[in-house]
């Protein structure tokens, strides 16, 4: 085990650069990747501080044996100087591994953040660029087809004059009632027979998909507005999050200006102002700032459970809508005669659910790394 530790410490000392760049840092990245990168940031950080505790509790260990057997006054008040220095050092150590893993837990989270507001920004583009009401009535409504339009002008023109009906103009909107009045005034109508078959003919597949798939496809859009309106208050969570983890630093800009003006470096140097103040400070004033730079990174992680949840929720609708759009058991049949809307809305569907996976996939934070990035602890400490 202690082999294993420290090829891990060498492997921390060659491969871990914490000096970079703002540009670099804020560089944009898969959250999955930073959050692996923080915690084996922490657990780099956690390795040179053992490796130089233990090195220290070994020198103390052997002034404490030279104290036991030292006889002469002088050279045991110098013993005695020496363990106090080993103990102020080693207490030293501590603060600043502390210090170390809350700046890396802190900027690390930041770039959580920034990933997070990027994503959540796209699906709200995503959310707004879907079908609109107005197109789901296209696709959904009978009225909205020429063939159906033509029908209805023939119906109109060879119909009963004492029997027709003429609908108000609410009621001629009503797809169920528009089709029944069609209907009824061609049954009625001067049409012969092979006409009626001929017209029927050419409606069959639009009035049968219309009325098959109209209250799916209002449902594919009302719970996409749904989701869309669930996205708004994810922003509005993360917007408010970047204001209680930057509020400790002394940094009051929005999310959204940070984002338009490209002002991660203000926080970075504010967050280095914050940790030099926390460093000369001592007691109760210096615990209180260790904690106030800590409890935003906690509720980071609640951030993130929130819209793991959001992003689960989303993939499974658009799942639910693909099968919806699949349930179109006339689809071979009919395949020439319907909206070309429908088939660019069965695209869209499969697009989206690849971007659910893909792209805006949960953050995978839990087990060990929940820990480490929670709590500091590590399963090989």
Known sequence: ??????????????????????????????????????????????????????????EWATVNQKLTSETQLDKKVALLVQKDALRDQMA?????????????????????????????LSLDHHFASVRTLNEI????????????????????AKKDKKTGLDLTSVLGTNTIVSVVQTFTNMLSS???????????ANID????FTLRMQNDLNTIYFETAFLQTSNEKIKQEIELLFRDYTKPIGYI????????????????????????????????SQYKMQVNMEFPIDRLLQFINQYNNFIDQGGKFYEKFKIILNSYENEKQCETKL??????????????????????KPVEVNGTKMKEILYGLNEFD
């Not at 001067?190 to 029927?200: A, F, M, R």
């Open 205 to 208: 597949c639009i009035l049968d």
């Open 190 to 200: 001067s049409l012969s027979k092979e006409e009626k078959e001929k017209e029927l």
């Open 92 to 120: 030293t150590l501590q603060l600043e591994t502390n210090s170390e893993i809350s700046k890396i837990r802190y900027l690390k989270g930041l770039q959580i953040i920034k990933t997070l507001y990027e994503k959540v």
């Open 1 to 58: 085990m202690k082999r294993y530790c420290n090829l891990r410490f060498v492997f921390c000392l060659f491969f871990f650069h914490p000096a970079l760049s703002a540009a670099t840092f804020y560089a944009p990245k898969d959250p999955n990747e930073v959050v692996t990168e923080l915690w084996l940031e922490i657990t780099c950080i956690r390795q040179q501080s053992n490796f130089k505790f233990h090195e220290m509790q070994q």
């Open 137 to 156: 009535n296209k696709i959904s409504n009978p009225n909205q087809y020429p063939e159906y339009s033509k029908l209805k002008e023939v119906v109109n």
């Open 339 to 360: 909206p070309l809307e429908y088939k660019k809305l069965k695209a869209d569907i499969d697009i989206a659910i690849n971007k659910f996976n893909v792209a805006y």
């Open 253 to 284: 800009a929005s999310l959204e200006n940070c984002r338009t003006n490209d002002d991660w470096e203000s926080i970075t140097q504010k967050m280095e102002e914050y940790l030099g103040k926390m460093k000369t400070a001592t007691g109760t």
